[in-house]
């Protein structure tokens, strides 16, 4: 999880996140046909993206949505680093490893993939 790295069915060639023991291609759930695909290099695109203002973040709102890899699997995903209005539906991605959350009892950093702008 934390590599970014999903599953490839080399038996239909569907890609996914995260891997499991089972293709989610349609037509054919193949089973134990999975290979490492790594996607943290992949560049990606916005397909559909939301604002909530009612979630707790530290900069509100919060934007997440689906994001499409190029090649294939797709994920759910936060994103950063828009400015203004430049998030929108086809914006090209790249994913960052940031912090996610931050634990101030414990003083802990949780860390995750979030998706931001290509440059």
Same mark, same amino acid.
Not at 36 to 46: I, N, R
């Given at each position: ?21 089972? %293709?989610?291609?349609? &037509?054919?759930?193949? *089973? $134990? ?10 560049? @990606? ?16 709102? %919060?934007?997440?949505? &689906?994001?499409?890899? *190029? $090649? ?10 828009? @400015? ?20 101030? &009892? ?14």
């Amino acid at each position: 999880m934390l590599g970014l790295v999903g599953g490839r069915c080399t038996k239909t060639g569907t890609v996914q996140f995260p891997k499991s023991e089972v %293709s989610v291609n349609a &037509n054919d759930h193949a *089973v $134990g046909t999975q290979e490492d695909y790594p996607l943290a290099e992949v560049p @990606a695109k916005v397909m559909t993206w939301t604002a909530d203002a009612l979630t707790y973040s530290p900069d509100p709102p %919060s934007y997440y949505g &689906n994001i499409d890899f *190029v $090649g294939g699997g797709r994920m759910m995903a936060e994103f950063t680093d828009f @400015a203004g209005d430049a998030l929108d539906v086809g914006a090209d991605l790249r994913m960052m490893f940031r912090i996610k959350a931050f634990d101030e &009892n414990r003083g802990f950093r949780r860390y995750f993939w979030k998706a931001a702008p290509a440059f």
